[in-house]
Nanobody
């Protein structure tokens, strides 16, 4: 059974930082063969892709709204991906999810429909 477990969410003041973790287990292939995508969903809004890290070489991709503030990394030995968030803003308030697509994708995909497995989400609240 595949499980993705996020942790690290919480309440932070604007300008602060948080680091989210996503630990994977039960994947049919090695974790190092999977991209990891990060998404978020704010109340009343659709789930949006915010960034991802490629399985091969660790290339990353971010949406403009988080570029320069968020950093995605991975530790394949720990089957874990990270989302380091800095300079947080109230508009970053959302439930954050990690997800994995099928293994060995050609590029980081942004559509949630292309991701097979999802974590349960972790709440991030940024106060002004």
């Amino acid at each position: 059974q595949v499980q993705l477990v996020e942790s690290g969410g919480g309440f932070v003041q604007a300008g602060g930082s948080l680091r989210l973790s996503c630990v994977a287990s039960g994947l049919t292939s090695s974790f190092n063969r999977y991209d990891v995508g990060w998404f978020r969903q704010a109340p009343g809004l659709e789930r949006e892709f915010i960034g991802g890290i490629h399985w091969s070489g660790g290339a990353t991709r971010y949406v403009d709204s988080v570029k320069g503030r968020f950093t995605i990394s991975r530790d394949n030995d720990k089957n874990t991906a990270y989302l380091q968030m800095s300079s947080l803003k109230p508009k970053d308030t959302a439930v954050y999810y990690c997800a994995v697509p099928p293994p060995e994708t050609m590029e980081i995909v942004t559509s949630s429909a292309l991701y097979d497995y999802w974590g349960q989400g972790t709440q991030v609240t940024v106060s002004s």
